[in-house]
Structure formats: structure tokens, C-alpha cells
């Protein structure tokens, strides 16, 4: 059983940065591709970015391509998105989640997904 906890989110202005992380127990953090989605309410949790077991391979949502990276330390078990030039529409609970296998094509739906973080709220003021 694999234990996701994420941390960094909170208030930021738009324009702003915010670092997401998520530490994983439980498991052989190299064995699993990792995600981030987020969610607002009423709406479906929808796909950011994921990385690969090896961080060898990245892919990311339009709405964020280009502003967000997402990262992996294996030697901390640790995934990360670095997010830049917040929008107010980026605002939303930040969930990451771990899928198992070392796959070579990032994952994009939940349903991909093994193990769920309890999520983290990021808001952006405009």
C-alpha cells in the first residue's frame, strides 16, 4: 500500500509561483509513474502532468503547458510541480497520484491510477 502526502499549496497572487510536493511511502517510489491532477468543485478531476518512473518522460495539460514542470527525485521519493505564472483559473484542490509500472508513456487518465493523495488547495487571486 502506497501513501501519497502533498504539501506547498496555499494563497498566491496571480503572476505568482508555487511549488506542489508530494512524498510517497509504502512502496518502491522507482517502480511508479506519477501524476498530478486537480479539481474544483462541481467539476471532474481533470489531468495536469505526469512523469515517467525514470523522469525520463513528462507530459502536461495545454492549460498549463509551458508554466508548470513537473519533476521526480527518486532518492527522496518525492514528485514535484513547480507551477509559474499563476492564473486565478488555476485555482483548485491539486491532487497527485501514483500508478505502477514502469511505463514509458505518462498517464493522463484517473482511471490510470493506483494510489490517490488527499489532495492540496491552491488559490490564486486576481
Known amino acids: 500500500q502506497v501513501q501519497l502526502v502533498e504539501s506547498g499549496g496555499g494563497l498566491v497572487q496571480a503572476g505568482g509561483s508555487l511549488r506542489l510536493s508530494c512524498t510517497a511511502s509504502?512502496?518502491?517510489?522507482?517502480?511508479?509513474?506519477m501524476g498530478w491532477f486537480r479539481q474544483t468543485p462541481g467539476k471532474e478531476r481533470e489531468f495536469v502532468a505526469a512523469?515517467?518512473?525514470?523522469?525520463?518522460?513528462?507530459d502536461y495539460a495545454d492549460s498549463v503547458k509551458g508554466r508548470f514542470t513537473i519533476s521526480r527525485s527518486n532518492a527522496k521519493n518525492t514528485v514535484y510541480l513547480q507551477m509559474n505564472s499563476l492564473k486565478p483559473e488555476d485555482t483548485a484542490v491539486y491532487y497527485c497520484?501514483?500508478?505502477?509500472?514502469?511505463?514509458?508513456?505518462?498517464?493522463?487518465?484517473?482511471?490510470?491510477?493506483?494510489?490517490w493523495g488527499q489532495g492540496t488547495q491552491v488559490t490564486v487571486s486576481s
Open positions: 497520484a501514483a500508478r505502477f509500472g514502469r511505463v514509458v508513456v505518462p498517464a493522463r487518465r484517473t482511471d490510470e491510477y493506483d494510489y
Open positions: 512523469i515517467t518512473w525514470s523522469g525520463g518522460g513528462t
Open positions: 509504502g512502496g518502491t517510489f522507482s517502480t511508479y509513474s
